[in-house]
């Protein structure tokens, strides 16, 4: 099963699921807005049911969302009008393919989705282009190859049973702090509530 189509399907159980640990996630949306600035232009990648994505929206200029996810992106929509955000576009796409101009954004966030890409670092150097110099790039990263080597294993019967998209990376955070870093980036802020949980990063441009 192609990732698109294993996020559309779980999309609608997916949008209905709880934050498993709400107390990081609202500490990151606080520090995230400590970032922004009304005159911003924000992209996000694998933007998923637009959660996020509404909760920034009212603090930047425009916010452009985007996914795989044909399904996913058509909830985030619904989302978008049921809270009467209209500073924000959507775009069913990957990193690599975006309708989204190089040096044009303020920040580019990417929340829980590096270690699915196709290629982290080809989809850093991306997100890279899209930032103008000075900008900011934040992401939330599980570093599965930390403390969760076991899932290895239980991956591949994950998949057949559609529990699992087709890419998993279980990076190291020393792995994606460098793969930023060469990227032509610096690393602002770092925050990890612990071995096992998403590392939240904050890097600027050089």
């Known amino acids: 099963m192609s990732s698109s189509k294993f996020w559309d399907k779980i999309a609608p159980g997916y949008a209905k699921s709880k934050i498993k640990d709400i107390e990081s996630y609202e500490r990151k949306l606080k520090i995230t807005q400590g970032h922004l600035t009304r ?9 998923g049911t637009g959660m996020t994505a509404v909760k920034h929206s ?6 452009h969302a985007t996914d795989i996810s044909s ?10 009008k049921e809270n009467q955000i209209e500073n924000i576009s959507f775009e069913v796409n ?3 393919n975006l309708s989204v101009k190089n040096n044009s954004k303020d920040a580019v966030l990417a929340m829980s989705v590096l270690h699915l890409l196709d290629n982290v670092h080809d989809g850093i150097d991306e997100i890279g282009k ?10 939330s990263t599980a570093c599965l190859g930390d403390k969760m080597q076991f899932l290895k294993v239980l991956l591949p019967f994950m998949r057949l049973v559609g529990y699992a998209p087709s890419k998993v990376h279980f990076l190291k955070k020393k792995e994606l702090l460098t793969v ?8 602002i802020h770092e925050w990890q509530p612990s071995q096992t949980k998403a590392c939240f990063i904050i890097a600027r441009k050089l």
């Open 94 to 96: 990957d990193i690599l």
């Open 39 to 47: 005159n911003m232009n924000v992209l996000e990648i694998g933007c």
């Open 71 to 80: 399904a996913m992106i058509e909830i985030a929509k619904n989302r978008a």
């Open 130 to 139: 899209k930032l103008k110099s000075g900008a900011l790039f934040i992401s």
């Open 58 to 63: 009212p603090f930047v200029n425009h916010y």
């Open 180 to 187: 930023i870093e060469a990227n032509n980036f610096s690393i």
